[in-house]
């Protein structure tokens, strides 16, 4: 059992960063995934950014690359989405998540495989 928290997010205008953490509590084990999912409001949820705990690999959906960074702490058990050059798209509720194995194909999209949520944290970017 694996328990998430997340931190951060706000509001900010479009061209800001916003900063969300996401603690973990329980047992991880190498090759498990913590993704950034966001649902928009009206829309499904989507996968955002995922890394693999204790590998590192990182995974970007096209929407955000080279403006998100994901990362995670392995001590202290904490991942976190910075997020840069915000536009009004990336409004949404934005969860961590965990994934047992995402690390073949695109798995780490695929929402109905992560198995622990944490409560979701709000992003909203203004024009």
């Known amino acids: 059992q694996v328990q998430l928290l997340e931190s951060g997010g706000g509001s900010v205008q479009t061209g800001g960063s916003l900063r969300i953490s996401c603690a973990a509590s329980?047992?991880?084990?190498?090759?498990?995934?913590i993704g950034w999912l966001r649902q928009p409001p009206g829309l499904e949820r989507e996968g955002v950014a995922a890394?693999?705990?204790?590998?590192?690999?990182?995974y970007y959906d096209d929407s955000v690359k080279g403006r998100f960074t994901i990362s995670y702490d392995n001590e202290k058990n904490m991942a976190v989405l910075q997020m840069n050059s915000l536009k009004p798209e990336d409004t949404a509720m934005y969860y961590c998540?965990?994934?047992?194995?995402?690390?073949?194909?695109?798995?780490?999209?695929?929402?109905?495989?992560?198995?622990?949520w944490g409560q979701g944290t709000q992003v909203t970017v203004s024009s």
């Open positions: 329980g047992k991880m084990y190498r090759g498990n995934c």
């Open positions: 890394i693999s705990v204790g590998v590192g690999r990182t």
């Open positions: 998540a965990v994934h047992k194995f995402c690390g073949i194909d695109d798995r780490w999209k695929r929402v109905e495989e992560y198995i622990y």
